[in-house]
Every structure is written in C-alpha cells, then in structure tokens.
C-alpha cells in the first residue's frame, strides 16, 4: 500500500513540473564602460614666450596725450661710439621699466626720419642704458630693449633717467638705429644738464615722469 502511495506521489510531481511553463534565464547585458582618462597632458612647445605684446603706438600716445611737434631735419644724427656694455638680441619691447625699479620715469618720443625730413616706418631701435645707480646689467636684459617705429615712423621708450658713474660722468642713454633695409647709426642722448650739440634730449617735467623729445634723422 505504501509503495503504490508512493508511486502515485512521484507521477503528480513529474506531471506538475511538466506542464509548467519554461523559465529563461537571460544574463544581464554586458555595458562596455570606458575608463576614466588619465590627466591630459598640454601641447609643448620647446620655446615658452611670456612676454606680452607692445602696446600700439597710437593708443599709448592718445592715452598719455602726448602730441610730436613737426619735425625739424637739419642735420643728420652723428653717430657716438658704441661703448662696451652692448648686448645684442634684447626683448623687444617699448617699457623698460620693472617693478619697484628706482629712479626717475622717463617716457622718451620722437620720430625716426630720413635726410628729406620723410618718416620712416618699422625701423628699428635699440637702447640700453646703466640704472639709476650707474650700472648696466651685462648679464641679462635689464633696461635694454629693442623696437619698431609704426606707420608714422614715431617711437617711445618708457625707462628712467640714468645715473652717473665715475668713468663717465654725464648720463646718456645708447641706440642703435637701422631704417628698414639701410644701414645701423650708433649713437648716445644727452639731457640738458650735461647737453651735447645736436644730441640732447628736450625735456618737460610732468610732475610723476619726465617727457623726453627726440627726432633720430638717418641715411636711407
């Protein structure tokens, strides 16, 4: 009696499972995920430039007011020994001026002309010049820089006025002066304390600098 109790137990469980309905199972997909990227590292370039960019002429000349009186060509600009503290390849740039530099603000303009009193656009100028103390830096480029006059043929210079040292006891400030395609004029300014004919910087004291005039006139 037991067996045929558990015969028929065994036949209602095979028949139960069998009519079921199917079960599937359907793994969860896969979701490919990307990686976080590592920090991206910048282009490089093997030469890093900081300086800025000069200021443009004309708005330097209409914010500080400053208007050139017509040029006068008498003579050309005599050339002066170079001395020697030059140093080639400076910055090019139209301040000098350095944070917490001493000394006297001198904000020098002008033109660069020819022998027939006609402007001369993108020559090239450069000055350098010893600090308020009388020294040059000949290991970097301190109060040295180079530029270009604009379509006008002026320039400026923001520096200060140099000291005196014992060797030479009368400040002046070095250029180098090239027109566009001539040749170099080497040459030294002079203020009118310590003048020198046709080399001498005219002056007008504006209270927190000194404006400095002066008209280069080369052979082109």
């Known amino acids: 009696m037991r067996k045929m109790l558990g015969l ?3 036949f ?14 359907t793994p969860p997909a896969l979701t490919a995920s990307t990686p976080e990227p590592d920090s991206v590292t910048p282009a490089f370039s093997d030469t890093v430039t900081l300086t800025a960019p000069p200021a443009a002429t004309d708005d330097f000349f209409t914010q500080m007011g ?9 003579t ?4 002066q020994t170079e001395g020697p503290y030059y140093i080639p390849d400076t910055p090019e740039r139209h301040s000098l001026l350095e944070e917490g530099m001493p000394g006297t603000r001198l904000i020098l303009v002008g033109y ?11 020559a090239w100028l450069d000055f350098w010049q010893a600090d308020s103390n009388g020294e040059y ?10 530029q270009f006059t604009d379509s006008q043929g002026r320039y400026y210079l923001e520096t200060i006025l140099p000291g005196l040292y014992a060797s030479r006891p009368i400040v002046h400030i070095h250029v180098k002066v090239r027109p566009e395609g001539g040749e170099v004029v080497t040459s030294q300014l002079y203020f009118p304390a310590q003048p020198m004919e046709g080399l001498t910087v005219q002056t007008e004291d504006k209270g927190d600098y000194l ?5 280069f006139v080369v052979q082109r």
Do not use: K, W
């Open 137 to 146: 830096d000949n290991t970097d480029y301190s109060l040295r820089g180079h």
């Open 8 to 10: 028929l137990l065994a």
């Open 112 to 122: 660069v002309l020819d022998q027939n009193c006609q402007s001369l656009p993108n």
């Open 66 to 74: 400053i208007s050139l009186p017509a040029p006068i060509c008498t």
């Open 76 to 79: 050309l600009t005599q050339s």
């Open 211 to 215: 404006l400095g005039y002066f008209n």
């Open 12 to 25: 209602s469980i095979l028949t139960s499972c069998a009519n079921s309905p199917e079960i599937t199972v």
